[in-house]
């Protein structure tokens, strides 16, 4: 909005003040009741842009869940308005920030700390649970902080109700944060949403205790693979309690995985959690380093466009082995980016094998044999959220500078046009 706007009244009843934030899809504003000048937050969200890329229905949704979850740790809704254009959602101000900032910037919290606002997650959690919504994006940047230094949920827009579930009781989008997201989630075999949040409840905690994240890798798709294996390692500095409950929280197997129920009974759990001033819960300001912050958690949090479009740079700027392979990061579906890697296959006269509905062969015959024998490669594509996903191609066979010819004359154009481009330039991390 411009700076005329700045003292715009909605509806007559709320007076919109600075921008707080702003994101791809939204922006957030300082705004105060005119009849009770209390101060709120209004989300301002553009329907063209929103029913542009297919986000109508998430809309809808978000704003019937946060009707449905009144929790002293969750933010409030207060209501939602519309124009002709505009949607707006007066919400609560919390005016503490973000988890995330508060560990980003001071380190990582003593276990007192980290139990007190794991209690008012699980508190939340479990809120929603009972009244059978999953948040499914679970992550320190959705957690917010009162001036009381209190917890509070937010950002709903991943969120599914129990009549999203299949005929066989599962969810099936996949979604989140990748960081974050549970190893049924990426499996595409249907995932409990309970037990999917518990999992992000697990990596929260462990980001708590730690001041960084279990899975980290410069390649998301290697990150994936850890996150499957449940291979992480606690630091030496973790009680024993605590290595003991996170065990059972991150366990990649969602059957045995702990419960609500059986986690309010753990010995870490159960023990009292004294709040303690801010300033005294940090015990460490360099464990958030810039060996832990820049790397594929850090370029999937950023807000602003996800943008990945630097791994189409020349290959001494990405320092990449030759035969690692693209990623990249595309709007399309899954469907979508398949059928065009087998366009320019064909093109190229190559076979073309599909595996399921997000992952395809490509192999050549004797006219692209190199030294080393036929040219194979594979092409996968990882949903991240329902508007964003990870395409990752590598070679598995035939000879490198044949692969190298085929990617950087044939594959790399075709593919071009269906990278993400962020809608505001964003710099490219430094392990890109």
């Not at 700045?6 to 003040?17: M, P």
């Not at 329907?47 to 986000?55: A, Q, W």
């Not at 065990?247 to 010995?267: G, Q, V, Y």
């Not at 296959?345 to 509905?357: F, I, T, Y």
């Amino acid at each position: 909005m411009a700076a005329e706007d700045e003292k715009k009244v909605l509806h007559g009843k709320y007076e919109l003040g600075r921008i707080l934030g702003h994101g791809t899809f939204a922006k957030v504003y300082h705004a105060r009741n005119i009849q009770s000048g209390k101060s709120v937050a209004i989300k301002v969200v553009g329907k063209e842009k929103v029913i542009k890329v297919g986000m109508a229905e998430q809309v809808k949704r978000e704003i019937s869940v946060m009707k449905m979850v009144s929790h002293p740790n969750i933010v409030e809704l207060h209501e939602v308005m519309a124009s002709r254009s505009k949607i707006y959602f007066a919400m609560e101000l919390v005016r503490g920030g973000e988890l995330f900032s508060k560990i980003a910037r001071s380190g990582r919290l003593k276990e007192s700390a980290a139990r007190r606002y794991f209690h008012q997650l699980i508190s939340a959690v479990d809120f929603c649970h009972s009244r059978g919504v999953f948040h499914r994006d679970l992550k320190p940047e959705n957690l917010l902080l009162d001036e009381a230094g209190d917890l509070k949920v937010a950002d709903f827009g991943l969120s599914a109700l129990t009549e999203h579930l299949r005929p066989d009781g599962l969810l099936h989008t996949t979604c989140g944060t990748p960081a974050y997201v549970a190893p049924e989630v990426i499996g595409k075999k249907g995932y409990d949403g309970a037990k999917a949040d518990i999992w992000s409840c697990g990596v929260i905690l462990f980001v708590l205790l730690a001041g960084f994240l279990p899975f980290q890798d410069e390649n998301v798709v290697a990150m994936y693979r850890k996150i499957r294996r449940g291979d992480f390692r606690c630091p030496p500095w973790f009680s024993p309690d605590a290595r003991r409950l996170i065990a059972r929280l991150l366990d990649p197997n969602p059957a045995t995985r702990i419960t609500i129920a059986k986690l309010a009974e753990s010995s870490w759990f159960r023990k009292s959690s004294t709040p303690a001033p801010p300033q005294q819960t940090i015990v460490d300001d360099n464990v958030w380093s810039k060996e832990t912050s820049m790397n594929a958690f850090h370029i999937i949090s950023l807000s602003e466009g996800f943008d990945l479009s630097p791994l189409f740079e020349e290959e001494e700027k990405k320092k990449r082995r030759e035969d690692e392979g693209l990623r990249f990061a595309t709007g399309r579906a899954a469907s979508s980016v398949i059928s065009r890697l087998e366009e320019v296959a064909a093109a190229a006269r190559l076979s073309v094998r599909r595996s399921g509905e997000s992952r395809v062969r490509i192999e050549g015959g004797t006219v692209a044999a190199g030294l080393r024998g036929r040219l194979s490669m594979t092409a996968e594509v990882f949903t991240v959220t329902p508007s964003v996903s990870v395409v990752e191609v590598r070679r598995d066979g035939g000879d490198a500078v044949e692969y190298n010819r085929f990617c950087s004359q044939e594959l790399r154009p075709a593919l071009k046009d269906i990278a993400w481009a962020s809608p505001t330039p964003v710099p490219p991390p430094e392990c890109v």
